[in-house]
């Protein structure tokens, strides 16, 4: 499945059309797994780092208080990290603590798949090109164009941070369980 999800991103002129598309296909889907082991395997293995940013986005889409319009960047996902609330209760029974947890993972997930499409890698940076375009890009060694919103401070993600946690102390009380303390500090 998750190679032909990444062949089906592949095989049109527009890879960032066709995760759109497959993304929104299969959004509804991904609502109704019912375990969080189900929902992490199948992210997990996701072949295309595109697909993966797009369903992610539009998840944390889905659980913000106000979505945005805003195209996918870094600053986009200091967004979500503002306005999401506790990710949508799926069909299992967990505590909130544990939907904070599943939250965090997500987010990370989202970040690291969004710098594998845009940020990152020699290879991968230009996924968002049709694979006969790719080549040439490569070869020229032409970098991705940075948008705005990828240009955020230091401060921006401690402010942003911040106030997550303030929210989350909210809801949850303290001290935070390990698995939590340990996310929340890869994700800053």
């Known amino acids: ?55 992610l986005e539009l998840l944390f889409q889905h659980s913000c208080d106000v979505p945005t319009a805003s195209s996918m960047s870094l600053d986009k996902i200091l967004y979500f990290l503002s306005h999401s609330s506790v990710l949508p209760q799926f069909q299992d029974e967990t505590a909130t603590w544990q939907r904070w947890d599943e939250m965090l993972q997500y987010l990370s997930f989202l970040l690291l798949s969004y710098q594998s499409v845009k940020l990152a890698f020699p290879l991968a940076e230009h996924l968002r090109t049709s694979v006969s375009d790719r080549m040439d890009l490569i070869a020229q060694k032409a970098k ?45």
Not at 5 to 30: G, N, Q, Y
Not at 152 to 181: H, R, V, Y
């Open 1 to 55: 499945l998750q190679r032909m999800l990444s062949m089906a991103v592949e095989v049109d002129r527009s890879p960032t059309c066709s995760s759109r598309k497959i993304a929104d296909d299969i959004f509804l889907f991904i609502l109704h797994i019912p375990l969080r082991s189900q929902r992490e395997a199948l992210l997990n293995t996701m072949d295309s780092q595109l697909l993966r940013c797009r369903l």
């Open 144 to 188: 991705p164009r940075l948008q705005e919103s990828d240009d955020i401070s230091q401060l921006d993600i401690q402010l942003k941070m911040n106030n997550f946690i303030n929210k989350m102390q909210e809801t949850l009380g303290q001290p935070f369980p390990p698995q939590i303390q340990e996310k929340l500090f890869m994700l800053q």
